[in-house]
């Protein structure tokens, strides 16, 4: 005998909904704490560059910014894993925290201000003096193939690695083949 | 700066900076959190209220301009007890799923309901293709937003 269940074949009304309705769920962006302070990031405008100087003393210098963490400040951390297929070689092109003296494209984290709040933290990011002496971009595989300009100058490649792909014999197939489609 | 206006009903009074926008006023000055901060530029709707009648994104408008002004926000929208038929049709319809746009597109299919409780389904559309949902893929938002227009129309009549 098949048993009844009130929950599948029949809509269900959802118990979360009641809250997002009346603009009272709770997300990340809603929480306070005693003492909370807010982060905002000063981030590279460029694709490829080398940081030639970076002064935070200004941004210290305005009430309610708490601190200014550069690469520097964090020392040596371990860069940033590949969560996916992290196949040998790969492991030379791992990205950094926070760049140190390169930035590899447009965003990359170059320093974190915290502050009282959001707008004192921009405040921060706004007073930080930062020199960027601009590099080439790389911005396709044709010139990633070049190796005209490196990335990871370290590596001495822009190629991660090589794939090579084989399975059977397709010339054979075809040969033996009763017939085949002259063109396809 | 020091601003007057009315919030749900309520008269407020807020010292601000003069670049404080309304969104942040409401949510971090008046711990209204249920108007939400999507993209802070005007494209995503999810910081939509209702200021004195239409519906406004308030991530571009400074808390400074509401002086004088009626917000309703989504807490607004309905008593403690009973959902509105609005949010009730957003339940029935599975119109939400994280319910981060979900203040954004009541208040302003509130709005556009209040003054046109006729809109058909491209009018809904047209009205709500500033607010973006991630969730839902839209349909049945719309088809709640069809659905609570009866509600519209019987408030009209006295």
Redesign the interface.
């Known amino acids: 005998m098949i048993g009844t269940n009130r929950y599948i074949g029949s809509p269900v009304e959802r118990i979360e909904d009641l809250r997002f309705l009346r603009g009272r769920g709770r997300f990340v962006g809603d929480l306070k704490r005693e003492g909370m302070l807010h982060a905002a990031i000063l981030r590279s405008p460029i694709a490829h560059g080398r940081v030639t100087f970076v002064d935070a003393s200004a941004a210290l210098a305005i009430t309610g910014v708490r601190a200014v963490i550069t690469a520097k400040d964090i020392g040596v951390v371990p860069r940033i894993p590949l969560r996916l297929l992290p196949l040998p070689g790969t492991e030379r092109f791992l990205q950094p925290v926070i760049a140190a003296d390169r930035v590899r494209y447009v965003g990359e984290p170059i320093a974190v201000v915290l502050g009282d709040s959001p707008a004192l933290a921009e405040d921060g990011i706004g007073a930080i003096a930062l020199d960027l002496e601009e590099l080439p971009p790389v911005p396709d595989r044709h010139a990633s193939e070049r190796d005209e300009t490196l990335l990871f100058e370290e590596a001495g490649t822009n190629a991660a690695m090589v794939f090579t792909g084989v399975k059977g014999d397709a010339d054979a197939a075809f040969r033996d083949a009763c017939s085949a489609p002259s063109t396809y | 700066m020091r601003v007057n206006f009315r919030v749900n009903g309520d008269p407020v009074a807020v010292e601000v900076?003069p670049?404080?926008h309304l969104a942040?006023c409401l949510?971090?000055v008046l711990s209204?959190?249920?108007?939400?901060?999507g993209c802070e530029h005007g494209a995503c709707g999810a910081c939509t209220v209702i200021v004195d009648g239409a519906a406004v994104r308030v991530c571009l408008m400074l808390a400074v301009q509401a002086e004088g002004a009626s917000i309703i926000?989504?807490?607004g929208?309905?008593s403690d007890e009973a959902?509105s038929p609005l949010?009730t049709a957003?339940?029935?319809h599975?119109a939400?799923q994280?319910?981060?746009c979900?203040?954004g597109m009541?208040t302003t299919a509130h709005a556009l309901l209040t003054e046109e409780p006729d809109a058909d389904a491209d009018r809904i559309r047209s009205a709500l293709s500033g607010n973006l949902c991630r969730c839902t893929g839209y349909i049945p938002i719309v088809e709640a937003v069809l659905e609570a227009r009866a509600a519209y129309r019987k408030a009209d009549k006295p």
Do not use: A, I, N, Y
């Not at chain 2, 209204?32 to 901060?37: C, E, N, R, S, V």
């Open positions: 900076e670049r404080l942040d949510r971090e209204l959190t249920g108007t939400h901060l926000t989504v807490e929208l309905s959902l949010q957003f339940r029935k599975h939400l994280c319910g981060f979900t203040p009541l």
